[in-house]
Nanobody, 117 residues
């Protein structure tokens, strides 16, 4: 099972930006869909963004709450998935998890993102 390690979280003021990275222990070329989820304290984990590779085309989709502010991307050569987060809001505060949507799903350990008002 692929191992995933997230990095790039931290404390940022509202309106700021962060870039999360998810490094995989093996090639993600054959993993069609990679995703980012988040879990605010005391709440359920929710999908933030996912990216699906079909041939040479990447298809992305986002939660409504982050559309226009977050961008997911993948670099198969580096076995890494990214989440660029701009114009961050306090409600974006959560632990962010990377996931490889295979059977069974592989999860990273998470990285904390805290947005102060």
């Amino acid at each position: 099972q692929v191992q995933l390690v997230e990095s790039g979280g931290g404390l940022v003021q509202a309106g700021g930006s962060l870039r999360l990275s998810c490094a995989a222990s093996e090639s993600i070329f054959s993993i069609k869909t990679m995703a980012w989820y988040r879990q605010p304290l005391g709440k359920q984990r929710e999908l933030v963004a996912r990216i699906t590779s079909i041939g040479r085309t990447n298809y992305v989709d986002y939660a409504d709450s982050v559309k226009g502010r977050f961008t997911i991307s993948r670099d198969n050569a580096k076995n890494t998935v990214y989440l660029q987060m701009n114009n961050l809001k306090p409600e974006d505060t959560a632990v962010y998890y990377c996931a490889a949507l295979v059977a069974p799903t592989s999860w990273g350990q998470g990285t904390q993102v805290t947005v102060s008002s």
